[in-house]
């Protein structure tokens, strides 16, 4: 089942008995993104009594139902309906502003990928703070945030060899990504920064603050500003609403 009339398209798919799976495209893009999120933001503000879940990814959203409460052909009628809608003017998003202390023993990769690009230590640290991204998706481990938006000069195939521990708040840049890590977790991502911003805490509501759709920047911070945030069990960063296409 395909959209017409407007780009991106879009099929649906049947996955078993409990959800569909709705593909925008084959490409991380930041349209097809926003189609996404579009579309998790419609059926949260238009609910189905027997939808349980809408789960985005970069170009794809699954949506699981409970089929003792509705059939599998409904959702699918529904969501036809939902993706019919003319798409809307995006609404503000949530601005994070992220503090990162980059380099030394928080990035140890930086200097590294520097040079790999023929740019200094600081250059790169310009580079990157000097884009505005958006929360492609959260998966890998709970909290961890994909971000798109990295400036085309900082583009880093992944290592070669993962690390089997990178620290939790790691700030570090895979192919066309950079990343926000959540928690101690394997990774082959080259490590630039990190921040003392925990995106994922058990024991906080909601546990993971970085949403998909979300636009993050950063700023940097030194050690005894990083030690200090660190300090805070409950440190949460500035943020604001701004519109989607600033």
Avoid at 42 to 50: D, H, S, T, V
Avoid at 75 to 101: E, G
Avoid at 124 to 143: A, E
Avoid at 200 to 228: C, H, K, M
Wanted: charged share 15%; proline share 8%; net charge negative.
């Amino acid at each position: 089942m395909k959209g017409s009339g407007q780009a991106p398209s879009w099929q649906i798919f049947s996955v078993a008995d409990q959800a569909v799976y709705i593909d925008f495209g084959e490409y991380i893009d930041p349209q097809i993104n926003k189609r996404v999120t579009e579309l998790a933001m419609l059926i949260k503000e238009n609910p189905l009594a027997g939808v349980t879940q809408a789960i985005p990814t970069y170009r794809s959203l699954m949506v699981n139902y409970n089929s003792l409460m509705i059939r599998q052909q409904a959702v699918i009628n529904y969501l036809q309906h939902l993706l019919d809608q003319p798409c809307r003017t995006s609404p503000p998003v949530r601005s994070w502003h992220i503090p990162v202390c980059y380099g030394g023993s928080y990035g140890i990769d930086l200097t590294a990928l520097a040079e790999r690009h023929n740019l200094s230590p600081q250059q790169v640290i310009d580079l990157h703070i000097n884009s505005r991204y958006q929360v492609y998706m959260i998966g890998f481990m709970p909290g961890f945030a994909y971000l798109g938006g990295l400036h085309e000069a900082l583009h880093t195939p992944r290592r070669d060899s993962p690390r089997l521990k990178v620290p939790a708040g790691s700030i570090s840049i895979g192919g066309m990504q950079t990343a926000v890590g959540s928690v101690e977790a394997p990774s082959g991502w080259h490590l630039i920064g990190r921040t003392p911003f925990r995106s994922f805490l058990p024991s906080r509501e909601p546990p993971v603050l970085l949403q998909t759709g979300d636009a993050v920047n950063f700023y940097v911070i030194d050690d005894e500003e990083y030690a200090a945030l660190s300090a805070q069990p409950d440190y949460v960063p500035q943020w604001s609403w701004q519109d989607a296409d600033i």
